[in-house]
């Protein structure tokens, strides 16, 4: 039976630091960081307790810091080009090296990650990490690379702002001048090099990427914006190099970071050459505008990111902005792409559930992963500390207190530290956490089920007084089926679910059958029979859920 792959997503640097201190833009000596080391056999297990398949690594590559490493040999970083004290995983530093906050001994953190990824393997979990390929850190340089690659930038000519040869775009004759200024030996960048987020200017702002440069994929955006991909541009021949050594070295799948700003035809050339080598290798893209889907799934994406769909109509919902009655058709908008689609209701670039900016609730939040994650075989991703509730509401400094676990700063997470303490099972917890874990590893254990994970989708709409705030569906196999409720309103509501000819059409059950009922929140057990004739009626309280297994009863107990 096929898996429905559940991604754990971790900020690697905040797994395991003991730090209690927190230090508003707090140095690493101040506030401490989270190691390798500290994803145990019984972290892993606590992971896998979740129905995690994957594990995805945030900010495994050595990335710009503020922390001064030049004793192991690292090259310092200017500190104006470095977001927070840790600095941006997405300002990558060298692609071939681990970032040294992670070691136990800097110079062994190669060492350290490849027995991390044993560790992982043998817990029974892939290993994801971050492909970074738009931009680099300014101060990039690889000294870990394997011998004989040449350096990104090493060959450039500086003196054309664009060359397919090029590995960086140029504005000749000018100065980089950045937003922020805190030394009194600024950086010094001349030619200018473009900005990460596609800023063709010397002068990149406060909101602007401007820790990172460009990297140049033959696509000449300072002329016509015409792709010139033949002869290969150098960039593609470097990149896919890099795919391969990090496949080599054990990794299971890529979370490629910004895809749409990379030419989709890099990655159509890119990806077989990975997959000739590593066939299982699975690729995972961010990406935002649903009009560019399919080109990059024919690219060879296995898995695209669903931002603009379900979790930004879900989040709606759950602030009372969208009607329960649009989600199948918010589900099904993407048409035949649905099974490619990766759900997820928290990442580390959104706002956390819980925070003000979002529900203010860990139980809405729940509410809606619950949705998210049982309404699809597709993957489903969890954001580490979502199982907690975690707010994302200290105020740890460049990120400022915005609603998000910050990943530019030295930090600590002190439900997460709690659960650590308990050695994961959930002592130390308050009640309320102990719950919402529990729940969590429900919906775990349910994706395992062969009717979320490979099964059939049926939308119920309510046709009650409710009906605006009640999600109501079924997954379905020939064994049996789930039902599933949610209430998205604060108060009570009535569920009237009424099962139409083509409802009985798709899950192949006559009409009449009866099932047993068991509820797989709260285990109460109940009968049913689904007919056309009645409306199925449920009872949901304020931001209730109901998860209901259905299993047909023997024909002989009712003769």
């Not at 769909?309 to 009372?320: F, I, Q």
């Not at 449920?538 to 209730?544: A, P, Q, T, Y």
Request: hydrophobic share 35%; aromatic share 12%.
């Amino acid at each position: 039976m096929s898996k429905k792959l559940i991604i754990y997503s971790v900020l690697t640097r905040l797994w395991g630091n003991p730090s209690t201190k927190r230090v508003p833009h707090g140095t690493l000596t101040e506030n401490g960081a989270g190691k390798l080391s500290a994803f145990t056999p019984e972290a892993l297990q606590y992971i896998r307790s979740l129905g995690a398949t994957h594990v995805w690594f945030i900010g495994l590559l050595e990335h710009a810091t503020k922390t001064d490493y030049s004793a192991y040999g690292i090259t310092p970083d200017h500190p104006d080009t470095v977001k927070g004290q840790a600095g941006s995983p997405y300002a990558v530093k060298d692609y071939y090296d681990i970032d040294p906050d992670l070691a136990d001994d800097p110079l062994r953190r190669q060492e350290e990650l490849d027995a991390l990824i044993h560790r992982t393997h043998e817990a029974g979990l892939q290993v994801v990490m971050d492909f970074i390929p738009n931009h680099v850190a300014r101060s990039y340089h690889s000294d870990a690379c394997p011998e004989g690659t040449i350096d990104l930038g090493a060959t450039d000519d500086s003196s054309q702002a664009f060359s397919p040869r090029n590995n960086f775009y140029y504005l000749p004759d000018s100065t980089l001048i950045l937003p922020l200024s805190t030394s009194s030996s600024p950086y010094e960048e001349h030619p200018a090099r473009a900005t990460g987020n596609d800023c063709f200017s010397p002068r990149p702002t406060i909101c602007d990427w401007y820790e990172t440069v460009k990297l140049n994929y033959g696509v000449d955006y300072c002329g016509d914006g015409a792709l010139h991909a033949d002869p290969l541009p150098d960039t593609w021949v470097k990149m896919r190099d890099i795919l391969l050594y990090w496949a080599g070295r054990g990794i299971d799948g890529f979370r490629c970071d910004m895809t749409e700003l990379v030419p989709p035809e890099f990655w159509a050339w890119a990806i077989p050459e990975i997959k000739a080598q590593y066939p299982e290798v699975c690729f995972l893209a961010e990406i935002y505008q649903p009009h560019r889907y399919a080109g990059y799934l024919q690219a060879g994406f296995d898995y695209l990111y669903d931002k603009v769909g379900v979790y930004d109509y879900l989040v709606a919902l759950g602030k009372g902005q969208a009607s329960a009655t649009a989600f199948t058709g918010v589900r099904d908008a993407v048409g035949a792409l649905q099974p490619q689609m990766c759900y997820f209701m928290e990442n580390h670039d959104e706002q956390r559930l819980a925070s003000e900016q979002v529900f203010s609730s860990p139980r809405l939040g729940f509410l809606a992963s619950a949705v998210s994650a049982l309404s699809g075989a597709n993957p489903f991703l969890l954001y580490f500390g979502q199982e907690l509730g975690e707010q994302g509401m200290d105020e740890e400094g460049f990120s400022g207190r915005d609603g998000r676990t910050s990943i530019f700063d030295y930090w600590s997470l002190d439900k997460l530290q709690r659960l650590e303490g308990g050695a994961y099972t959930g002592e130390g917890l308050t009640p309320e956490e102990q719950r919402l874990l529990s729940d969590y590893r429900i919906l775990g254990a349910l994706s395992s089920e062969a009717e979320i994970a490979t099964g059939g989708y049926y939308g119920l709409p309510s046709s009650g007084v409710d009906k605006a705030s009640v999600i109501a569906f079924v997954r379905y196999s020939s064994e049996k089926l789930y039902l599933i409720l949610a209430n998205f309103s604060e108060h009570p509501a009535e569920a009237l679910l009424p099962l139409s000819e083509d409802f009985f059409q798709a899950i192949s059950w006559s009409q009449g059958t009866a099932f047993g009922v068991v509820d797989k929140l709260t285990g109460e057990v109940d009968y049913l029979a689904l007919t056309p004739w009645a409306p199925l009626s449920f009872s949901l309280e304020g931001h209730g859920l109901r998860l209901l297994e259905l299993t047909p009863l023997p024909e002989a107990l009712f003769r």
